[in-house]
């Protein structure tokens, strides 16, 4: 049996009216490959290319690369596949999402004259960057038998049951703080406790009335003390994981191709966030001396944002076959709001007799807006070209998550939570490789890449690997193009980020069907 220490454990227990913690920082500072299918058929691998409406997205001088305007629009098909392992059980699940994840168009005017300048170009892109349409279910009996203990070795709490997140939540909390009032209702308190005290206290509130836990001197308003009415053991869990939404890029660029070979760009950003996740966990235990037997607790999360960035690239030409490209991506400066809701219900004996308790508040918890900074990247890219025949490419960028910020930093729980970043995030590279080769009219495509974890530890989000396969045809000026790419990672994913920490090891696998309609205009 492992004892967990209160003086190092109790540094979690932050009363704030801040629900926000790193998987949401973390959430909205990765992006994933989507756009055209030729791009994803090259796995993104378009700095140096340009000449396509989602490479505007890697490098914004890509559109000067147009000899004449040009529009696409992208529908694709995203199928995620979870292998979860938690404990001694092995679940698996699906989820498959249709929809429109790219575009846009880029208008070309040629100079007129003998300027060095020979075009510009201006157009406006939209990209998905993330989808976050997931399910995983994590089933399995918690055999760890680990404990919260106080400065007096007296157990608390058991760690690998439930009740840990609630005790590590009330633990230091004055108990007229967190229980209802003679004349109140239970609802009433939930939404006047999160009002005055925030988060944290809720979450004891909810614990301390669904009698998971007791407080030493249940007569004292003034106890912070406080003990799990459940007894050590072996805990059996049913988690279940459900979100919903995407992060979106509409793009404003302008580009211009300066002589024969270089090529410059600017892209202004408008994104957006809309998230939903919903989690369920169902928790039994047969342990002796446990006073509650059953446990059902359920969270919902609506999250909306907005946020703006801007890149700066650039793509030079050093031979008729070589080409080089660099670009620049600012931070996304983001405003967030979050809404929450939260339903809890046990199975106790501890008047006797069992009984179930209900704590359905129906409220829906309103968060203060806040600020998220995520990190800026760096890209450079190589291409060579064989005339009309083909093309390889490559890729390297570089991004700095350890950078990720809650804003603003005088707030004493987002100074917390970007400390803790600093310490946990690391800065990751990725590397992408693409290659096309011509046939007449077909075009026969394939990539691979590799992205490196953003967690120091390299495991609580793994590093990532993935492949691509593409056919285009073109009609002369219109093309049609269709690719398959897959990539896999897996993550050690925190039931909770307090008290229940045990995580489940989700091997998640993205397979994408893309078709894409480009044309010149």
Request: glycine share 8%; with cysteine; aromatic share 14%.
């Amino acid at each position: 049996m492992k004892k967990l220490n209160l003086l190092f454990i109790g540094m979690l227990s932050v009363c704030s009216l801040n629900a926000q913690d790193i998987s949401d920082a973390l959430r909205y500072s990765q992006s994933e490959i989507q756009g055209t299918a030729r791009f994803r058929a090259l796995s993104g691998a378009f700095g140096a290319l340009g000449g396509d409406m989602s490479a505007v997205s890697i490098n914004p001088a890509s559109s000067a690369v147009f000899s004449q305007s040009h529009a696409s629009i992208t529908f694709s098909n995203v199928d995620t596949s979870n292998d979860t392992q938690y404990f001694n059980g092995f679940t698996t699940s699906n989820t498959s999402n249709f929809d429109i994840n790219q575009g846009g168009a880029a208008f070309v005017f040629e100079s007129r004259n003998n300027s060095p300048w020979r075009k510009f170009s201006i157009g406006v892109a939209y990209d998905r960057t993330n989808n976050y349409d997931d399910i995983w279910n994590a089933v399995g009996t918690n055999t760890k038998d680990d404990v919260f203990i106080d400065n007096n070795d007296v157990v608390r709490s058991p760690a690998n049951s439930i009740a840990g997140y609630f005790f590590l939540n009330a633990n230091g909390k004055r108990l007229d703080q967190i229980s209802a009032f003679d004349d109140e209702s239970l609802s009433d308190a939930y939404t006047d406790i999160g009002n005055t005290y925030g988060f944290a206290h809720q979450q004891a509130f909810l614990g301390f009335e669904s009698f998971i836990l007791e407080a030493d001197d249940i007569n004292d308003d003034a106890n912070t003390l406080y003990s799990s009415n459940l007894a050590s053991g072996n805990f059996t869990h049913n988690y279940s994981y459900a979100s919903t939404g995407y992060n979106g890029k509409i793009s404003f660029n302008m580009a211009t191709q300066y002589e024969d070979n270089l090529y410059l760009g600017l892209n202004l950003n408008s994104h957006f966030i809309d998230y939903q996740k919903s989690t369920l966990l169902f928790e039994n235990n047969s342990n002796a001396g446990s006073l509650v037997n059953n446990i059902e607790f359920e969270n919902t999360l609506s999250t909306r944002g907005n946020g703006f960035s801007f890149q700066l690239g650039g793509i030079i030409k050093l031979s008729p076959e070589f080409r080089l490209g660099v670009a620049f991506d600012s931070p996304t400066w983001y405003t967030i709001e979050e809404e929450t809701t939260q339903y809890l219900s046990t199975v106790h004996s501890y008047f006797g007799p069992t009984e179930t308790q209900v704590i359905n508040p129906q409220t829906v918890n309103v968060y203060p807006q806040y600020k998220l900074q995520t990190p800026s990247k760096i890209t450079g890219s190589l291409a060579y070209v064989f005339g009309t025949q083909g093309l390889l490419s490559f890729d390297y960028s570089r991004k700095d998550y350890s950078k990720t910020k809650f804003k603003p930093e005088s707030d004493t729980f987002f100074a917390e939570q970007n400390d803790i970043m600093s310490n946990i995030l690391t800065a990751a590279s990725t590397y992408r490789l693409g290659g096309e080769y011509k046939i007449k009219q077909f075009s026969l495509r394939g990539g691979y890449r590799f992205e490196e974890s953003p967690y120091k530890d390299g495991v609580t989000v793994g590093d990532l690997t993935g492949y691509s396969l593409g056919i285009g045809y073109s009609f002369g000026n219109t093309k049609l193009d269709v690719t398959y790419d897959q990539a896999n990672r897996t993550n050690e994913t925190p039931l909770y980020n307090v008290g229940l920490t045990d995580a489940a090891v989700i091997d998640k696998t993205n397979s994408n069907i893309t078709l894409s309609l480009s044309f010149n205009i």
